[in-house]
Every structure is written in C-alpha cells, then in structure tokens.
C-alpha cells in the first residue's frame, strides 16, 4: 500500500489569524497573569489564609495551566488537538470558576477588604474582576477548535485517512501458497 498523500492546506484566513492573536493575548492575560498568579499569590500567604484557601490557590494555577495548554492546542490546524482543545479548556473554566465562586463566598462571609491602594475595596469584587473574564479565553478557544475542526482542511484530512484505512482492510490477502509467479 502507498504511503498517505497529505492535502494542502490551504491558507489560513486573515480573520482566523486574528483570532489567534486575541486568543494569545487574552490567555496571556488572564489564565496565566491573572488567574495564575492570584493563586501564587494565595499560596504565598497560606499562613494566614489556612489550608482550604490554599488547596483554592493550588487549583487557580492548574486551571490557569489547563486553560493555557487548550489555547496552545487550538494554535493548530490539525483535527485531533483542536478536538481536544475545546474540552480541555472547558474543564479548565469549570475549576476556574468554581474556586472563584467559593473564593468570593468566603471573601464575602470573612468581610476582606483591600489593603493599601485598594483599601475599602472588597476583595470578592477584585476577585470577580480580575479572574471572571476567563470566559472570553475560554469562548475563543472553544470558536477557534470549532472552527478549525470543521473547516476543509481538516475535513479532506479525515477524508483520505478513512479511504486509505479502508482501502487497506479491503485489499486482496497475500497469497498463502506462494505461487504468485
């Protein structure tokens, strides 16, 4: 059997190579500036926050880390990282969420407020702020992997791969005699 022939691609559109960029910077942004180093900052202080606020800072960075790996994943125009991008991303958001959501309930219920230039400014709220728009990442990656995934390319991809594995399972079985001559 021959090798598989691979398409060629096509040129990615100026609008997708857009997105990327956003995508880039908005991750950059918040899973990893914001998200990951609210929870450094957490663990930095885990005296006086205690274990449970800790183990909260602890999955702040995984989520930061998960949601990253996703953008980085959906950067390319293959099907199978942008079929696992999307839901890397979406376990990433749903742990992000979560502990930001007991994070500002026990912000809330401790009555923290800010110190120094944010004094008098609760702390759920910068919380909320800083960490909430983690959705616009998450929604990107998501449109991106869609996108790619359903685009030509990768579609014609799949195409060949399947008649190719299918033109090998029905191809005639070596002659078990020998006498091919």
Not at 56 to 64: K, N, P, Q, R, V
Not at 135 to 148: G, K, M, N
């Amino acid at each position: 059997m021959k090798k598989i022939k691979k398409p060629l691609r096509s040129k990615q559109k100026p609008s997708m190579t857009a997105m990327k960029v956003i995508l880039i910077v908005l991750t950059a942004v918040y899973p990893v500036f914001m998200t990951m180093l609210t929870g450094a900052g957490i663990i930095s202080n885990r005296s006086s926050y205690g274990s449970t606020i800790t183990r909260y800072g602890i999955c702040l960075i995984i989520s930061g880390i998960i949601m990253t790996a996703a953008a980085i994943l959906c950067m390319s125009r293959r099907s199978t990282p942008n079929l696992i991008a999307a839901p890397l991303s979406g376990a990433g958001f749903a742990l992000c969420i979560t502990v930001l959501i007991r994070l500002i309930k026990h912000a809330e219920s401790a009555g923290w407020t800010g110190i120094a230039k944010y004094e008098g400014v609760p702390v759920s709220d910068m919380y909320r702020t800083r960490i909430g728009p983690v959705i616009a990442p998450f929604l990107l990656t998501v449109l991106i992997s869609a996108l790619q995934y359903f685009s030509y390319d990768c579609s014609e991809e799949r195409r060949i791969k399947r008649e190719y594995r299918l033109k090998k399972e029905n191809a005639p079985a070596p002659s078990i005699i020998g006498d091919d001559d």
